[in-house]
């Protein structure tokens, strides 16, 4: 395989609907994939109703309305993966065969939306909320990490 190939990776049915899983072992520090799609505002994201989860923060009014199948990587409290560069999503730690892939979207998301958690990690906050409701240790956590989006970055004056 050559380097700048991104991993297999395939859709399935998980817990939660559909998620994303590796199609085969993906190293720590891997690039799994670039989130792509048209850009929206938030009225225009708001306006999707139910499908606005498809959607990734990348600034303050600014969203990607996520192609698949990056729409399908799901959350987790304990995330194998995590956003960075504001579109790139890189995995955490070795990623087995057929594992499911999640991040965190409390790391990308700085507007009112919520979503309860039913990620069923021991780590599990029950709701998922912006960056900035986040405990303040797991906020610098992620800043130190580079796991945060930029625009919430400069927000809280990381
Ligand atoms: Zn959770």
């Known amino acids: ?24 072992p993906i190293a720590s520090g ?10 929206l505002c938030l009225t225009e994201v708001r306006a999707k109703g139910q499908a606005a989860a ?6 303050v009014d600014r969203y990607i309305y996520l192609d698949e199948p990056g729409r399908y990587v799901n959350h987790s409290c304990a995330p194998n993966a995590a956003v960075v560069e504001d579109t790139k999503l890189v995995a955490l730690r070795p990623i087995a ?11 990308t998301v700085s507007d009112g939306w919520t ?11 029950g709701l998922v909320v912006a960056f900035q409701l986040l405990p303040e240790k797991l906020r610098r956590r992620y800043v130190i990490l580079g796991q945060v989006q930029r625009f919430i970055r400069e927000q809280v004056g990381a």
């Open 54 to 59: 498809n959607a990734l923060q990348i600034g």
């Open 1 to 24: 395989m050559m380097p700048s190939m991104p991993p297999a990776t395939f859709v399935a049915q998980s817990q939660i609907g559909r998620g994303l899983f590796a199609g085969e």
């Open 97 to 107: 065969a057929g594992e499911e892939i999640f991040f965190d979207y409390s790391t």
């Open 115 to 125: 979503m309860a958690c039913l990620c069923g990690t021991a780590e599990c906050r």
């Open 30 to 39: 891997t690039c799994i994939l670039e989130f792509s799609g048209p850009i």
